[in-house]
């Protein structure tokens, strides 16, 4: 375990992690799913409720005043977050889904036509792959698709050579929800720009685990989560390099995204508000600010570190306990923290129930990648998946569980 970072320090600043489940103490092991949020999120959510609740932008008075400015302080936190060349770049949306289907709806209308090629990978999230469905059979444009091998990894030889010139854009995951597998985006995006396409990367689950630079990756479009990211729910980013975002048409309609209206016709507003329609989400704006710190103060590299020494545990843990019946699914050597299982002869989510009365939260099911469960011959796994606050005691305590369980099917 990494030794620089105090694990009881930081478990401090999170008051979920005290609660008991069915009398037993919280392990949290959802992670992959929603992280927990510490206390200065929380905070700022409950203060701008308290002492700052108003609507923004449009306003003179103070407590308008003193939001917008809170509000446009965490678009400006996340320009440094990710490197982007301007806060004008950082549209928010209410999640990772919205982002990508303001990209499939805005900028893939504008470009695709018939017999394009959309290419995506066989491990995406049905957030990243539905909303190109729909867009494609609206265009005429096809999709393609860079297979999953056994291990759970892409090829990269194969990945590169399914790109070509049809190929106008390239959407994909950077790090599997449902595997923990790390894609090799930095080379995909370089050999997609050569042929001209564009390329989205879904970074849900990269983003609280890796230092994230999108002028080094050189992506085009970038969408992440606020609560896998120990902000609150309801709340995602999508980054985009401004001359894509300047040409793309509005995605929704109304107020705030508008510079004038009249009877007949309307001009938009200037980035990034020509995509934020409405009522923002200001109050998780805000507190998001809170959470980007949290993350920031730590480090990447102290995150990174003390996760992977957690996986690694929990791999040594397994394999000494000599648990027969539980097979791993995702097995590449390049991961996240991420680890999806099976027991033989017991549903997932029955092993999901059994490890919840002793108070462990995973996650049971298809994890939304349908298609790659199909893929490898299950309709779902239970996944564990690891955060900054867990620790080896947890997983220990888990092993045991898993022991008890794999007991009584013998």
Not at 321 to 344: C, D, R, Y
Not at 363 to 389: E, N, W
Request: net charge negative; proline share 3%; hydrophobic share 40%.
């Amino acid at each position: 375990m990494n030794q620089s970072i105090d694990i009881a320090s930081i478990r401090a600043q999170f008051p979920v992690l005290n609660e008991q489940v069915n009398g037993k103490p919280l392990v949290y092991f959802d992670n992959a799913a929603t992280t927990q949020k510490p206390h200065s999120v929380i905070n700022a959510l409950q203060s701008y409720y308290q002492h700052d609740n108003a609507n923004i932008h449009r306003s003179a008075h103070t407590l308008a005043a003193r939001a917008t400015e809170h509000f446009e302080a965490t678009r400006e936190m996340l320009k440094l977050f990710i490197n982007a060349k301007e806060s004008a770049e950082c549209i928010f949306t209410k999640g990772v889904t919205e982002s990508i289907n303001l990209v499939a709806a805005s900028y893939g209308k504008l470009v695709l036509k018939p017999g394009d090629e959309v290419l995506l990978t066989e491990m995406e999230h049905h957030s990243n792959l539905v909303p190109w469905q729909r867009i494609c059979a609206e265009t005429g444009a096809v999709l393609k698709f860079i297979p999953v091998e056994s291990d759970g990894s892409i090829h990269l030889e194969t990945a590169l050579a399914c790109i070509n010139s049809k190929v106008k854009i390239v959407s994909m995951v950077w790090v599997s929800n449902a595997l923990g597998t790390i894609n090799p985006i930095q080379t995909i995006i370089e050999t997609a720009h050569g042929i001209g396409a564009k390329v989205m990367i879904d970074a849900a689950q990269a983003a609280s685990h890796f230092k994230i630079d999108v002028q080094a990756l050189d992506c085009d479009f970038m969408a992440l989560s606020s609560h896998k990211l120990y902000g609150p729910t309801g709340l995602g980013v999508l980054y985009g390099k401004r001359e894509l975002l300047a040409a793309m048409p509005p995605y929704q309609s109304g107020g705030e995204m508008i510079k004038e209206v009249f009877l007949t016709h309307s001009t938009y507003n200037e980035l990034p508000y020509k995509f934020e329609a409405g009522t923002p989400n200001i109050a998780d704006v805000i507190a998001f600010k809170m959470a980007l710190k949290f993350v920031s103060d730590i480090g990447h590299d102290s995150i990174a570190s003390h996760e992977n020494s957690l996986y690694h545990y929990l791999l040594n843990a397994i394999n000494h306990a000599s648990l027969k019946q539980l097979k791993l699914i995702g097995t590449s050597s390049n991961k996240i923290a991420v680890q999806s299982f099976e027991i033989e002869s017991l549903h997932h989510f029955d092993v999901g129930l059994l490890l919840d009365a002793s108070g462990i939260a995973v996650r049971t099911g298809h994890h939304c990648t349908q298609p790659l469960m199909r893929k490898f011959g299950i309709d779902g796994t239970v996944r564990a998946s690891f955060a900054i606050y867990n620790t080896t005691d947890e997983i220990d305590y888990f092993i045991a569980a898993l022991q008890k369980i794999c007991h009584r099917i013998k």
